[in-house]
């Protein structure tokens, strides 16, 4: 099946810098990616996707480019604000069961 | 979120007692999932529907079982509760003709002692 690996967290930044989160998957095919990011003490919520090879998807600022040559899905961020202090979660979608795997998450702590 | 209710939001129970959980949505998704969300697992697949009583297992399904009597409830049933169920548990709900994607629950706390 599908798997999803991660960078490890928290990862801690100052408000303003440069926010890079890895994703790299394995999968069968080629499926749309995902990433979804969850507040404290709530549900996931979408934050963007890609459905094909070269495809960037975006919001809030934040980007994220399917890579298939190297199956990869990097999320990043030109400014983070103390607001996108949050987990974030990379999820291929299982071509067959239209169900997406997640990856452990990666937290972010941005700081004043 | 809008469309998707899940309940009880909190729920502590004794080892050993059948528990029903509930996923309710308003907006006639074909899809549905339970996935249980654990301290360094992210989110696990426990079963999912793709229609009217059409379910299948995923990658943690052992001790749970599931039911869609109707599209718009998905009810997931732990048969006799254990401590190592004791989770958090969120439904979500996707629709084929859109993207795929999912929109989640706020999810369900549960306690087994």
Same mark, same amino acid.
């Given at each position: 099946g599908d798997s999803v690996t991660q960078m490890e967290g928290p990862v801690t930044l100052s408000e303003e810098a440069f926010l890079t989160i890895n994703c790299t998957y394995t999968a069968t095919g080629y499926p749309s990616l995902f990433w979804y990011v969850q507040y404290p003490g709530e549900g996931l919520q979408l934050l963007l996707k890609a459905t094909k090879a070269d495809d960037k998807g975006s919001n809030k600022g934040f980007e994220a480019t399917y890579r298939k040559e190297t199956t990869s899905f990097h999320l990043e961020k030109g400014s983070v604000q103390v607001s996108d202090s949050a987990v974030y979660f990379c999820a291929p979608m299982?071509? /067959?069961?239209?169900a997406l795997t997640f990856g452990s998450g990666t937290r972010l702590q941005v700081q004043p | 979120d809008a469309g998707i209710t899940q309940s009880p939001r909190h729920k502590v129970t004794e080892t050993g007692t059948p528990v029903t959980l509930r996923c309710h949505q308003t907006?006639?998704?074909r899809y549905m999932y339970w996935y249980r969300q654990d301290p360094g697992h992210g989110l696990r697949l426990i079963h999912y529907s793709y229609g009217v009583k059409d379910t299948d297992k995923g990658e943690?399904?052992? /001790?749970y079982s599931v039911s869609r009597s109707k599209t718009e409830d998905f009810l997931l049933t732990l048969e006799s509760a254990t401590s190592s169920q004791t989770s958090v548990y969120f439904c979500a709900i996707s629709d084929?003709? /859109?993207?795929y994607g999912y929109t989640f629950g706020s999810g369900t706390r549960l306690t087994v002692v």
């Amino acid at each position: 099946g599908d798997s999803v690996t991660q960078m490890e967290g928290p990862v801690t930044l100052s408000e303003e810098a440069f926010l890079t989160i890895n994703c790299t998957y394995t999968a069968t095919g080629y499926p749309s990616l995902f990433w979804y990011v969850q507040y404290p003490g709530e549900g996931l919520q979408l934050l963007l996707k890609a459905t094909k090879a070269d495809d960037k998807g975006s919001n809030k600022g934040f980007e994220a480019t399917y890579r298939k040559e190297t199956t990869s899905f990097h999320l990043e961020k030109g400014s983070v604000q103390v607001s996108d202090s949050a987990v974030y979660f990379c999820a291929p979608m299982d071509t /067959g069961r239209r169900a997406l795997t997640f990856g452990s998450g990666t937290r972010l702590q941005v700081q004043p | 979120d809008a469309g998707i209710t899940q309940s009880p939001r909190h729920k502590v129970t004794e080892t050993g007692t059948p528990v029903t959980l509930r996923c309710h949505q308003t907006e006639n998704h074909r899809y549905m999932y339970w996935y249980r969300q654990d301290p360094g697992h992210g989110l696990r697949l426990i079963h999912y529907s793709y229609g009217v009583k059409d379910t299948d297992k995923g990658e943690v399904s052992d /001790g749970y079982s599931v039911s869609r009597s109707k599209t718009e409830d998905f009810l997931l049933t732990l048969e006799s509760a254990t401590s190592s169920q004791t989770s958090v548990y969120f439904c979500a709900i996707s629709d084929p003709v /859109g993207d795929y994607g999912y929109t989640f629950g706020s999810g369900t706390r549960l306690t087994v002692v």
